[in-house]
């Protein structure tokens, strides 16, 4: 089975960073794309930013020019380099996956999320 663990959440000052890092587990064929979703309290779970096998890059408007998303192939792990941060980047924020455990078995994986608070 599919395993995401998240860390590097915490505590910071605006104007801070923090990076997050994602490792997948657990059977894994191959992955398509690997990413990054926040849910802040009252509000929906939104995308911020997303990396595919082929290195094509997305990023919430919120987030561009602020946060990075990258990935070792090799560990299977996602990073999410979070600067300038600001008290309205307080969310959990989640990992996501989606690949095949074989050729012919899709997954689509969560994390468990981790805590990004940023204080004003």
């Known amino acids: 089975q599919v395993q995401l663990v998240e860390s590097g959440g915490g505590l910071v000052q605006a104007g801070g960073s923090l990076t997050l890092s994602c490792a997948a587990s657990?059977?894994?064929?191959?992955?398509?794309?690997m990413n990054w979703y926040r849910q802040a309290p009252g509000k929906q779970r939104e995308l911020v930013a997303r990396?595919?096998?082929?290195?094509?890059?997305y990023y919430a408007d919120s987030v561009k020019g602020r946060f990075t998303i990258s990935k070792d192939n090799a560990k299977n792990t996602v990073y999410l380099q979070m600067n300038s941060l600001k008290p309205e980047d307080t969310a959990v924020y989640y990992c996501n996956a989606d690949g095949l455990i074989s050729p012919t078995a899709p997954f689509r994986g969560w994390g468990q999320g981790t805590q990004v608070t940023v204080s004003s």
């Open positions: 990396i595919t096998s082929n290195r094509s890059i």
């Open positions: 657990g059977g894994i064929f191959s992955i398509h794309a």
